[in-house]
Structures are given as C-alpha cells and as structure tokens.
C-alpha cells in the first residue's frame, strides 16, 4: 500500500497514537511535524514532550517515553526523528510497540525515506499511518508560492509568484524566506507584486537577467549570449537562467494570442500580469517570432531542462545550444 498523501486533511481530526512523516524537503516535513505536535500538545507541553533522534537514542529509551502517561495534559508527544538510521533490531522494537501502542502518546516518526519493504515500513504504511511529502514540480511552483503567502500573512500576484519562483527555483526553504521578507516589505494589507520582487531580491541580479531575456525577445542572439556568459560566470544557476528564459516564451506566446485577438493595451498589461510601461517592448518583441517559433521555443526549454538535469555537457554549452535553436543563427 503507498504511503499517504492526504496529510492536510488528516492533521484537522489525528486520530493515530503512531504516526510516520517522511520527505527529502526539510521545509514540508517540519510544516507537518510541528502541525502535529500543536494538535498534540494543547497543555503542560513543558512536562509532556521528548524531541529524540534515531542513531542517537537507545531505541528502549524512545519506547519508554512513548509508554509514560502525561502529566496534567491528555496527550504526550514523542518524536524520533531521522527514522532511515534504525538499525534492524530498533525497527523490530518498533514494530512490537504498533501491536499495542499507548492510547494517550502520539509517537512520532520522521525522516528523509523509510523501506516500505521492510516490516515496519510495510506495516506503517498498510495501517495508513505512513504520510509522504512531495515538493512542488518546477510549474507547480507559481501555485506554491501563492498558497504559502498566506503563512506570512500576505497575499502575492500571480505574476510576482511566478517571478519569484522563477529566480529563486525549487528550494522551498529559501522561497518561504524571500516571502518572508517580501511580506513585510510591501506592508500589511498590500499584495506582493513583481516590483517588490524585483526590488527586494537581488536587484543586480534581476536587471541582468532580464536584460538576457530582453536580448532574446530581441532576437539578438550575439547580445544574448554574451549576456548568458555573464550571468553563469557570475555564478548563476542555470536551472534559475533557464526558468527566467521560459517564463520570456510563456509571456510572448500570451502577448501574441491577445494581439490576435484585437486586445487593448489596458487589457494586455492586466491579463499577463505586466506593468502597463512593458506592454509596448513586450508586443515588439513578440512581433519578431511566430506562433510556431514560440511554441518549438517551450519545447527546446523542456529538453533542455531535461539536459542540464542529466548531461555532462557544460551548463554553459547546454544554453548555449538553446539559444541557438530558439533564435537561429
């Protein structure tokens, strides 16, 4: 049976006196465990809490705690994290206390990955006390970050969210921060737009790389890619560079459908999330490519997301190589 996935609906009613959380991204696992322990410790939390840490902890100090009653609270919390270190004779300890585990502990489990091969694994996983966690894909991520805004508060334009995703890429952590930070720059009650990221996080940084995307709505590919050798000697990630130039080709293929469709300036600078000083360089540049030539661009952004995850070939060349396909020459 697969792990669970459901955790945001779990976590209104927790009802499992044993419950196992695991993910590689250290942001959604803290987000969930720090859920449950809140759920957990409505009182005396002081008197009612053990933070463990397998491979470091006796495994029969771990159960001893799970097994001591709370003190003026109805629930203790027990928590052993980095739960792939257990050794084979911990995990068979583990397994024996799931036959008859405390009614009033909630004991639980966290990690980078547990072996649902393995007994404990497998028995966790079919009592459906075995919750996983996936990072966003690198197009969910816009999503994310409008969802996540609401932690600090704040609300965030779509486009400002896709920018930011965009420059800062999949780490959830450092996106939560820039947020973080965006939230209290663009003031209460006011929504985070693609200004504020574009003045907040690393300006030089921004104008460079928009000057790189600029080049290719351009189409001046010689500009380009002494500016994308700037960029990567600089020592930016070429997954960011390569997000950035695909953001570029999603904003020109949506100018050039509006254009088609008799849109007014008005209307462009609102429906792709732009501010109206933009709108005259970006129907330009969309001028300069067909729709075809757009569409064959997204695709060569695909394939060579595909590369720069899995080549040996220098990032440098890689972008290079779309560059070229994308503008010719």
């Known amino acids: 049976m697969p792990a669970r996935t459901d955790f945001e609906r779990y976590i209104k009613n927790p009802t499992e006196p044993v419950v196992a959380l695991v993910g590689t991204d250290t942001l959604l696992l803290r987000d969930a465990i720090e859920a449950l322990r809140a759920k957990t410790l409505t009182r005396a939390a002081d008197f009612n809490r053990d933070e463990l840490r397998a491979g470091d902890t006796p495994i029969e100090r771990v159960l001893d705690a799970a097994r001591t009653l709370p003190m003026m609270a109805e629930k203790r919390w027990v928590h052993l994290a980095a739960i792939e270190k257990l050794k084979a004779d911990a995990q068979a300890a583990v397994l024996a206390y799931l036959d008859a585990p405390s009614p009033t502990t909630v004991l639980c489990l966290s990690g980078e990955k547990i072996d649902q091969r393995t007994k404990v694994?497998?028995?966790?996983?079919?009592?459906?006390?075995?919750?996983?966690?996936?990072?966003?894909?690198?197009?969910?991520?816009?999503?994310?970050?409008?969802?996540?805004?609401?932690?600090?508060?704040?609300?965030?334009?779509?486009?400002?969210?896709?920018?930011?995703?965009?420059?800062?890429?999949?780490?959830?952590?450092?996106?939560?921060?820039?947020?973080?930070?965006?939230?209290?720059?663009?003031?209460?009650?006011?929504?985070?737009?693609?200004?504020?990221?574009?003045?907040?996080?690393?300006?030089?940084?921004?104008?460079?790389?928009?000057e790189l995307t600029d080049a290719i709505g351009a189409r001046d590919a010689a500009k380009a890619s002494g500016l994308l050798r700037n960029a990567l000697d600089g020592g930016e990630n070429a997954l960011m560079v390569l997000g950035m130039i695909a953001r570029q080709f999603r904003q020109l293929i949506g100018m050039k459908e509006m254009l088609d469709e008799g849109a007014r300036n008005s209307d462009l600078a609102s429906e792709l999330g732009i501010r109206p000083f933009l709108v005259d360089a970006l129907k330009a540049q969309a001028r300069r490519y067909s729709k075809h030539e757009l569409r064959e661009a997204l695709l060569a952004v695909q394939r060579t997301d595909v590369k720069l995850k899995s080549s040996r070939l220098a990032h440098g060349v890689t972008l290079d190589r779309l560059l070229v396909d994308v503008m010719g020459g």
């Open 121 to 210: 694994g497998s028995r966790l996983a079919k009592d459906g006390r075995l919750f996983a966690f996936e990072p966003p894909r690198q197009n969910e991520l816009a999503q994310w970050v409008g969802q996540r805004a609401s932690r600090h508060a704040a609300t965030i334009e779509p486009d400002a969210a896709q920018l930011l995703a965009d420059l800062v890429g999949i780490e959830l952590g450092s996106l939560d921060m820039a947020l973080g930070k965006l939230a209290l720059y663009a003031g209460a009650d006011t929504p985070i737009t693609a200004e504020h990221v574009e003045q907040l996080v690393a300006p030089t940084r921004v104008h460079s790389i928009f």
